[in-house]
């Protein structure tokens, strides 16, 4: 048991530089975690814009799409 006494100070300071290290490797984890998901959160505001902009401009092209049934005789009348 006395042999322990002696490496006593290098082993605490082993186990604490891997604590630490395995803390940093914890935060960067969980960092990068959420870093990713606002990166793909991003990406789906950013389809989602393009979406709508696109049925925005369908819906702007026509119009009244009654009377556009009406002039290409299509709409039935009931």
């Known amino acids: 048991m006395a042999i322990w006494l002696k490496f006593k100070v290098y082993i605490?300071?082993?186990?604490?530089a891997l604590a630490a290290i395995f803390g940093v490797y914890l935060y960067g984890r969980?960092?990068?975690?959420?870093k990713e998901m606002e990166r793909q959160a991003e990406a789906d505001r950013k389809q989602s814009r393009e979406i709508e902009n696109a049925?925005?401009?369908?819906?702007?092209?026509?119009?009244?799409p009654l009377e556009r049934l009406r002039k290409h005789k299509k709409l039935r009348d009931l």
Request: charged content about 30%; hydrophobic content about 35%; overall charge negative.
């Open 12 to 16: 605490l300071s082993i186990g604490a």
């Open 30 to 34: 969980k960092t990068g975690t959420y």
């Open 55 to 64: 049925a925005d401009n369908a819906r702007d092209i026509d119009a009244d």
